[in-house]
Every structure is written in C-alpha cells, then in structure tokens.
T-cell receptor, first 114, second 112 residues
Framework: ETGVTQSPTHLIKTRGQQVTLRCSSQ?????VSWYQQALGQGPQFIFQ???????GRGNFPPRFSGLQFPNYSSELNVNALELDDSALYLC?????????????FGQGTRLTVV | QQQVKQSPQSLIVQKGGISIINCAYE??????FPWYQQFPGKGPALLIA?????SEKKEGRFTISFNKSAKQFSLHIMDSQPGDSATYFC???????????FGTGTSLTVIP
C-alpha cells in the first residue's frame, strides 16, 4: 500500500452537479497529479500541482479545477458534471525539486454521474 | 492522439510461461518509461521503470527492453504466475515529472 489516500472511494452525482475529490499525498511529497481513468482505458493526465501552483495541464476543460494546500494535500473539483465524467479518478504524489522520484498512486475515487 | 501505443489488449499465458507486452511512442522528449500494474479496484503500482540511456533493466522476474532508435519498449514477465494476473500499463514522461502519458493497458491472465 502507498501512503497516498483518496476520499471518498465511491460517489454518485447527478448530471449538472459539482463534485470535490480529495487526495492526501505521501509524507514528504510536494507534487500531486490527477488522472482520469475511464473504464477499460489507461489513466489520462488532468493536471499537476507543485508547491500550491498548477504546474501542467492535460486536455481537460476549465470546469476541471484543483487546489493544493500547504500540507501538499490536494482537491479536484469538477463543475457541471456530464455523463462522460464517470470514471475512476486517481491522484499520484511525488517529490519534485532536488531530483525526481517515482510517483505513487492512491486507490482512486470511483465517480458515477447519472 | 495516443502518445503511447500498447499491445496486445489482452494476453493469456500458461503458468511458467513468458508474458510480453509492447509499447511504442512518438515524442522523443520522453525520457522516463515506467510500467504500472493495476489490480481491480486498486490504483496503479509501479513495477519497473527505465531511462533511455540503457537498453535493458531487470528486476526479479520483470525485464524492460528499450529500443531508442525504434521508439519502442517492452515488458517481459518471466515464469509468469497466476498472481501476475492484472492489467499492465506502460507510460512515458519527461524527467519522471509525474505527468504521464499512459498506454491503453493489457489485461494479463495467467492460467494455472
């Protein structure tokens, strides 16, 4: 088991609603990336936060937004939910700065939009 | 556009056999190539990774072969075991920067 924890584990939302997913990074890690994994597909990079600033973004619309807190935990917010947003959302933490280290993934949050 | 292409989509291997999964990439800026293993209901877990300055890396039963000129890399699982049954993803990034492009995954089933 990694030290990356995500909450909640499962979530059901209605189309048009907003959702917030949370990620607690591994101790000592200062970088968090979020990924969306649709059923049967590989994870797709949403964005990354490094020292509380967005540090790269994939091909996702602005209704996907995030935050990183001083303790390096992070939130992913999705507004105006669409049915296609149903997926497993993964966060991965790593240590950036003095050389790179491997990324550790959490167990994910399964979001279902109905 | 799929930055990293992975094949096969599924693979069935007898216990004790060799499992081989292949990936290809286009972006020559990629310089870190990890393989992740994912069990149902779990997040991906790093299995083994390679940088393009070496052509092969071995850790236990797992080996990555890397061909920089062909822009291809592969995972070999020797002496495959039923416990290896999982989905495997190749990925690529720049500077291990935790901004990975993943392949589409290979579902491996090892038959006892």
């Amino acid at each position: 088991e990694t030290g990356v924890t995500q909450s909640p584990t499962h979530l059901i939302k209605t189309r048009g609603q907003q959702v917030t997913l949370r990620c607690s990074s591994q101790s000592g890690h200062n970088t968090v990336s979020w990924y969306q994994q649709a059923l049967g597909q590989g994870p797709q990079f949403i964005f990354q936060y490094y020292r509380e600033e967005e540090n790269g973004r994939g091909n996702f619309p602005p209704r996907f937004s995030g935050l990183q807190f001083p303790n390096y935990s992070s939130e992913l917010n999705v507004n105006a939910l669409e049915l296609d947003d149903s997926a497993l959302y993964l966060c991965a933490s790593s240590l950036s700065g003095a050389g790179w280290t491997e990324a550790f993934f959490g167990q994910g949050t399964r979001l279902t939009v109905v | 556009q799929q930055q990293v292409k992975q094949s096969p989509q599924s693979l069935i291997v007898q216990k004790g056999g060799i499992s081989i999964i292949n990936c290809a990439y286009e972006n020559t800026a990629f310089d870190y190539f990890p393989w992740y293993q994912q069990f149902p209901g779990k997040g991906p877990a790093l299995l083994i990774a390679i940088r393009p300055d070496v052509s092969e890396k071995k850790e236990g039963r797992f080996t990555i072969s890397f061909n920089k000129s062909a822009k291809q890399f592969s995972l070999h699982i020797m002496d495959s075991q039923p416990g290896d049954s999982a989905t495997y993803f190749c990925a690529a990034s720049v500077n291990t920067g935790n901004q990975f492009y993943f392949g589409t995954g290979t579902s491996l089933t090892v038959i006892p």
